[in-house]
Nanobody
Framework: QVQLVESGGGLVQAGGSLRLSCVAS????????MGWYRQPPGKQRELVAQ???????NYADSVKGRFTISRDNAKNMVYLQMNSLKPEDTAVYYC??????????WGKGTLVTVSS
């Protein structure tokens, strides 16, 4: 089992920045990929960014050039630096961990609200 806890959400004006953090605990040695998903109001959950290693990352087209995902394996943490935020980035952001046998674990989410 892997437990995930997010932090760093909040209210920010358009054009501003936020940094989300997620700490993993439990069977962290089983984790292959970590990532961030988001669920805007009334919409389905979608991938924002995923990282396996510093040279192996994946971003949604809508956030490329604005968001940066990073990972600190020694601390079992994953971060999402969000710059140039837009109102359409408003969502609940969920941390995700995927194990080597493709099991997925989720945090409870942190709300990001971007005001125009």
């Amino acid at each position: 089992q892997v437990q995930l806890v997010e932090s760093g959400g909040g209210l920010v004006q358009a054009g501003g920045s936020l940094r989300l953090s997620c700490v993993a605990s439990g069977s962290t040695f089983n984790i292959n990929a970590m990532g961030w998903y988001r669920q805007p109001p009334g919409k389905q959950r979608e991938l924002v960014a995923q990282i396996i290693s510093a040279s192996n990352t994946n971003y949604a087209d809508s956030v490329k050039g604005r968001f940066t995902i990073s990972r600190d394996n020694a601390k079992n943490m994953v971060y999402l630096q969000m710059n140039s935020l837009k109102p359409e980035d408003t969502a609940v952001y969920y941390c995700n961990a995927r194990t080597y046998i493709a099991m997925n674990y989720w945090g409870k989410g942190t709300l990001v609200t971007v005001s125009s």
